[in-house]
Every structure is written in structure tokens, then in C-alpha cells.
């Protein structure tokens, strides 16, 4: 299975996000459909080429979420297994730059972040698919997979001097 939402439709819409969000040094691009956005430079596990992703976010305790979904596609996305190869990354939040760290949360943090992540990118999924908190739910079903919960930790001594935006959704 491809995933619900296929490439498509899906691919050019997230490659013209990432497009803009770049070319406007962040300045546009930092909500998708009213979910806050960032961007994540990652290296290529093979090619060992930088690659960037657009991604939905949110936050806790300073650290950044973001779900390895790919649409509920069946395979995990190229951004999650170069993390899983090198956890070094770059990441853009609106016209901030910082290096952190990345990794995969454990099953413990998994359970603690998922309501979170449904809460912040619910989209329209309640409406369309009864009985679940978010869009994150719907793609699990459609996937036999486990969808990650990946957790980004801004590298403290490279945003020394930076204001990292901090805002904890936990109490929304």
C-alpha cells in the first residue's frame, strides 16, 4: 500500500512547500494548513547527500515532535532511516536555523507524545473517520507498520545566543 493521501497529489504540494519556505528565508511556509511547519536537513544514508524535508511539528519540554508517517504508506519515510543512520540535523523553524539532534522516542515516550501529535495535526480526520483524535490514528490504521514518534533536540551550545521558539503544547 502506497498510503492514503498518494504521492500524487501529496508529492508536488510538499515539494512546492519546501520550495517557498526556502526561497522566503522562512518567512512563508511556516504553517501548513494552520499546523506549524518546519523544515529538517537530514544526510543521505547512501548518497550521504543533504536532503530536506517539510514536515508538521509540535513541541514539548523544548523539544521538537514530528511523526515519520509518510501518508500511512506501508514503507517509513527516507528522512527517518537517515536519522536512524546519522541523528545530526539541521532544522529551519520560520527564519531560525539550528543544528540538533534526532532520534526515534521509545515505546514510553511513544505512548506520551501520540495524543499529543493527534491533538496538534488533527486536520479533518474526526469528521471523516469516527473514533479517532487525529490524522496520525487514521494512517495508523491504514498501515501495518509502526508509525514513529521522532523527537528533535535543538543542540544547546549551537543555539547559544538564539532564540529557538518554545512554545509547549502539552497544556493546549
Not at 62 to 69: N, R, W
Request: hydrophobic share 35%; charged share 20%.
Amino acid at each position: 500500500m502506497d498510503g492514503i493521501f498518494t504521492t500524487r497529489f501529496v508529492g508536488p504540494y510538499l515539494k512546492f512547500h519546501k520550495y517557498v519556505y526556502e526561497k522566503s528565508d522562512g518567512r512563508i511556509g511556516k504553517h501548513s494548513g494552520r499546523v506549524p511547519a518546519l523544515l529538517i536537513t537530514t544526510t543521505g544514508r547512501k548518497s550521504g547527500l543533504a536532503r530536506t524535508n517539510g514536515l508538521t511539528y509540535c513541541r514539548d519540554r523544548g523539544d521538537i515532535i514530528v511523526v515519520a508517517s509518510n501518508g500511512g504508506s506501508d514503507r517509513p519515510p527516507a528522512w527517518l532511516l537517515n536519522i536512524e543512520a546519522d541523528p545530526a540535523v539541521t532544522v529551519r523553524v520560520g527564519r531560525q536555523v539550528f543544528a540538533a539532534t534526532a532520534r526515534v522516542a521509545t515505546a514510553f515516550e511513544q505512548a506520551q507524545l501520540w495524543p499529543l501529535v493527534n491533538r496538534t495535526n488533527r486536520g479533518m480526520s474526526r469528521i471523516f473517520h469516527p473514533g479517532v483524535a487525529g490524522r496520525y490514528d487514521v494512517y495508523q490504521r491504514h498501515t501495518t507498520r509502526i508509525i514513529h514518534v521522532v523527537i528533535i533536540s535543538p543542540d544547546r551550545a549551537a543555539t547559544a545566543g538564539q532564540q529557538v521558539p518554545n512554545r509547549d503544547l502539552t497544556s493546549d
